[in-house]
């Protein structure tokens, strides 16, 4: 094993960045999630309106709800891989943090360690099964954006529900004679 540890403080430059550019992703995708639902939102309201058949609306508002539900389960899909690669590298970094003795009192702080092991390793290495920390990069956060994402999916779909319920309690418009025979 090479003893360079400017390869070290590189690989770990590079999981720190990819740690940090995983996490951006996932909340520019929780930004843009809100917007798409916003713009679906405007869409079926103006469909509410300009649709007069109730069968047509009810038939555009099934499609959008699954055009819906399909994208929600497509990024949730994609929170969960994105979160089983942040593992991956927190322990990477874990390594690196240890190789370095940063857990260690005395070697760079006299009397203290750079990092608290209790925050940052996994309780496997610490014997430690009652924290519900779970260690760098393995925390709960993914699974709050993942129940957001279908907490707001979940409530785009009673909006459409609730405005085909309108629909069809609108009686249909009686036809327009213009001329009488």
Request: include cysteine; glycine fraction near 6%; aromatic fraction near 14%.
């Amino acid at each position: 094993m090479p003893e360079d540890k400017d390869f070290l403080r590189i690989v770990y430059a590079d999981m720190k960045e990819d740690l940090r550019c995983r996490r951006n992703f996932e909340s520019q995708l929780v930004h843009y999630f809100f917007l798409f639902h916003a713009i679906v939102g405007i869409a079926i309201v103006s469909l509410f309106e300009a649709i007069k058949d109730f069968r047509l609306y009810l038939a555009a508002s099934v499609s959008i709800a699954l055009f819906i539900i399909l994208v929600t389960v497509f990024l949730i899909i994609r929170v969960k891989y994105d979160h089983g690669k942040y593992v991956e590298i927190g322990k990477i970094v874990q390594r690196i943090w240890r190789y370095y003795k940063m857990f260690e009192e005395d070697v760079y702080l006299k009397g203290e360690s750079i990092l608290d092991p209790k925050e940052y390793l996994n309780p496997e290495d610490l014997n430690d099964k009652s924290r519900r920390f779970e260690g760098y990069g393995r925390g709960e956060g993914y699974r709050y954006t993942c129940c957001l994402l279908g907490l707001a999916t979940a409530g785009m779909i009673i909006f459409i529900s609730m405005l085909v319920g309108v629909k069809l309690l609108i009686p249909p418009p009686a036809p327009v004679i213009l001329f009488k025979s």
